[in-house]
């Protein structure tokens, strides 16, 4: 398994911006698929987005697209989301993951996490 610790969560103005990080230790980053997911209490860990381990396949939520870019530098092992238009309903624990399986991966599909980072967006 390779470790994940995520960073650059906060509160932020709704309209607003942030960039969350997660860098990834102990095996070889670049061969695995990387995902964000988000969670709020009560509610099921929901998946964001997700990128291949090339950084060619890429998918969103629809309830964040054209908002969030997910990106990878494989040469830093950090994936990064890039979140803008932050709206109130943002507001949740986010997560990184990681699976070495292909394709559009479910949540059961990763199988390292971190420990999340908290974003807030006030209205």
């Known amino acids: 398994q390779v470790q994940l610790v995520e960073s650059g969560g906060g509160l932020v103005q709704a309209g607003g911006s942030l960039r969350l990080s997660c860098a990834a230790s102990g095996r070889t980053f670049s061969g695995y698929a990387m995902g964000w997911f988000r969670q709020t209490p009560g509610k099921e860990r929901e998946s964001v987005a997700g990128?291949?381990?090339?950084?060619?396949?890429?998918y969103y939520a629809d309830s964040v697209k054209g908002r969030f870019t997910i990106s990878r530098d494989n040469a830093k092992n950090t994936v990064y989301l890039q979140m803008n238009g932050l709206k109130p309903e943002d507001t949740a624990v986010y997560y990184c993951?990681?699976?070495?399986?292909?394709?559009?991966?479910?949540?059961?599909?990763?199988?390292?996490w971190g420990q999340g980072t908290q974003v807030t967006v006030s209205s």
């Open positions: 990128i291949d381990w090339s950084g060619v396949s890429i």
């Open positions: 993951a990681a699976s070495l399986l292909i394709g559009r991966l479910l949540k059961g599909d990763y199988d390292s």
